[in-house]
T-cell receptor, first 113, second 115 residues
């Protein structure tokens, strides 16, 4: 089955700097890669996703890149702000069918003022 | 009001007790999921349901059972709780549009402690 590895487990950056979180996956049939943000005491919330027919997707300060050949994808947050502090999870699945998301281990991102 | 609600939000119980966690949604979605979150392990799928008559095991179903009472309700039961089932449990829902599953929406979670 699918296995998703996420790095780093913790990340601390200065406000205004960029943050990058990386994930690798094992199942070459996976073609849907969402990123979730989990704030303290809340459930995960989708912030951006990418499907395998594109290599990059951007939404304001957040971008995701996908390298299907190498089977890895990354989350990029630019101009970080204190409200970006949270735990971030990557996941992988097949778009059609059961869509059983397999999650990475999570990255705790701290933005230092 | 929240689209996906979970009750209780916190529960402390003892080894051997039967526990039920409940999930309700007002999004009108057909698909519902139960996940377990442990530190350093991410979220792992316990069970999922495509509709009221469809129940499927996920990655870690041993020790758990589920019931889909209606389109909007999906319950998770621990028949005889054990300490290593101490975790944060999340319910999620998604829709199926054009044969392609949509975004999963998560509830706020239930923190379960088994002593």
């Amino acid at each position: 089955g699918e296995n998703v590895e996420q790095h780093p487990s913790t990340l601390s950056v200065q406000e205004g700097d960029s943050a990058v979180i990386k994930c690798t996956y094992s199942d070459s049939a996976s073609n849907y890669f969402p990123w979730y943000k989990q704030e303290l005491g809340k459930g995960p919330q989708l912030i951006i996703d990418i499907r395998s027919n594109v290599g990059e997707k951007k939404d304001q300060r957040i971008a995701v890149t996908l390298n299907k050949t190498a089977k890895h994808f990354s989350l990029h947050i630019t101009e970080t702000q204190p409200e970006d502090s949270a735990v971030y999870f990557c996941a992988a699945s097949r778009v059609q069918g059961a869509q059983k998301l397999v999650f990475g281990q999570g990255t705790r991102l701290t933005i230092n003022p | 009001d929240a689209d996906v609600t979970q009750t209780p939000r916190n529960r402390i119980t003892k080894t051997g007790k039967r526990i039920m966690l409940e999930c309700s949604q007002t999004k009108g979605h057909d698909r519902m999921y139960w996940y377990r979150q442990d530190p350093g392990l991410g979220l792992r799928l316990i069970y999922y349901s495509f509709d009221v008559k469809d129940i499927n095991k996920g990655e870690i179903s041993d020790g758990y059972s589920v019931s889909r009472q209606a389109q909007a309700k999906f319950s998770l039961s621990l028949e005889s709780a054990i300490p290593n089932q101490t975790a944060l449990y999340f319910c999620a829902t998604s829709d199926l549009a054009g044969g392609i599953t949509d975004t999963q929406y998560f509830g706020p979670g239930t923190r379960l402690t088994v002593l």
